[in-house]
């Protein structure tokens, strides 16, 4: 099977402006869950979906924002840049939310730089 | 919510000794304790997970032991090699479909040859 994947890898936005970022999960994957890298603070969560409808929330402003298509397939999108939103933005997939198996794999990740 | 707290955030070995790292969780409730590996540039790894109904866990020379009691779960590495360097991430959740996988803040080990 294909791993997760991102696009794009790389990014350079202006202060201001927005983004949108992708995920494609595993194949058979319906669950996706989005992620904030940077050094000092780890992997910081922002949100997962599920079949389409958001059922997690990370502490993050409503510049942040998701969605989830009906093939699993997902984009955030964070709006109104600012530099320290400069960061690794992890997506990653599961079968389901939860569960006796539940497993999470990560995409390889979309790198942000906000000037 | 779940807290997790990972220690240490460095750690130095030499080549062939053990490696533990350590995290502490917040929430009675969570039962699933997986461990992540990301090498520099490189995604996240799922290595190896626990679940609550054992207390321990071996995959050749990384193993994972969890003491629900005291609410703390460690990740042991034996005959630690140069390519066991990379940061470990470990993580907590009640795994009920409701509650996010929260992630400590990562230890980097460094394998010295």
């Known amino acids: 099977k294909a791993g997760v994947t991102q696009t794009p890898r790389y990014l350079i936005k202006t202060r201001g402006q927005q983004v949108t970022l992708s995920c494609s999960p595993i194949?058979?994957?319906?669950?996706v869950s989005w992620y904030q890298q940077t050094p000092g603070q780890g992997l910081q969560f922002l949100f997962e979906?599920?079949?389409?409808?958001?059922?997690n929330k990370g502490n993050f402003p409503g510049r942040f924002s998701g969605r989830q298509f009906s093939n699993s397939r997902s984009e955030m999108n964070v709006s109104t840049l600012e530099l320290g939103d400069s960061a690794l933005y992890l997506c990653?997939?599961?079968?389901?939310?939860?569960?006796?198996?539940?497993?999470?794999?990560f995409g390889p990740g979309t790198r942000l730089t906000v000037t | 919510g779940e807290n997790v707290e990972q220690h240490p955030s460095t750690l130095s070995v030499q080549e062939g000794d053990s490696a533990v790292i350590k995290c502490t969780y917040s929430?009675?409730?969570?039962?699933?304790f997986p461990w992540y590996k990301q090498e520099l540039g490189k995604r996240p790894q799922l290595i190896i997970d626990?679940?609550?109904?054992?207390g321990e866990k071996k995959d050749q020379r990384i193993a994972v032991t969890l003491n629900k009691t005291a609410k703390h779960f460690s990740l042991h590495i034996t005959e630690t090699q140069p390519e066991d360097s990379a940061v470990y991430f470990c993580?907590?959740?009640?795994?009920?479909?409701?509650?996010?996988?929260?992630f400590g803040k990562g230890t980097r080990l460094s394998v010295i040859a």
């Open positions: 990653a997939s599961s079968y389901t939310p939860g569960g006796p198996n539940y497993e999470q794999y």
């Open positions: 194949s058979g994957h319906r669950s």
């Open positions: 979906y599920f079949s389409e409808t958001q059922r």
């Open positions: 929430d009675s409730a969570s039962n699933y």
């Open positions: 626990i679940r609550s109904n054992v």
């Open positions: 993580a907590a959740t009640r795994n009920s479909g409701n509650t996010p996988l929260v």
